[in-house]
């Protein structure tokens, strides 16, 4: 499992984030999200629609998920995480993300279509120290 301790209270600060994939005309599709990271579990989380079109595409990969790369800017001090994105759509999962946006950032609207995607972390860049 990648080591997040060097940027883990970076990404509990509260930033607005990008989350970067590419779509299967291999062009880049990036878009604003909030993100939360699981130390422990190596995972980032994003919740969102079920419809949206980020979702749909990492849903259409099945389990063995998609590269995406998740990132935030404060001034000079910037993170990405790098890793392999998976779709769920369980209640459990999905009550657990929406605990950890509301930790970070408030409490998500009532949306009975959200699943969450959740990335294995798989490589950390960035320069949070400054």
Known sequence: MVDLRGVAGFWKE???CT?????ADGTPHVVPVGVTLDEEAGIARVITSGTSYKARRIAAA???????AVCQVDGRR???????AVVRADAEAVAEAERRYAERYRTPRVNPNRVVIEIRVTRVLGNVGR
């Open 19 to 23: 989350l970067s994939s590419v779509r």
């Open 14 to 16: 509260r930033h607005l």
């Open 78 to 84: 910037w993170s990405t995480l790098e890793g392999v």
């Open 62 to 68: 099945g389990p063995r998920g998609v590269p995406v």
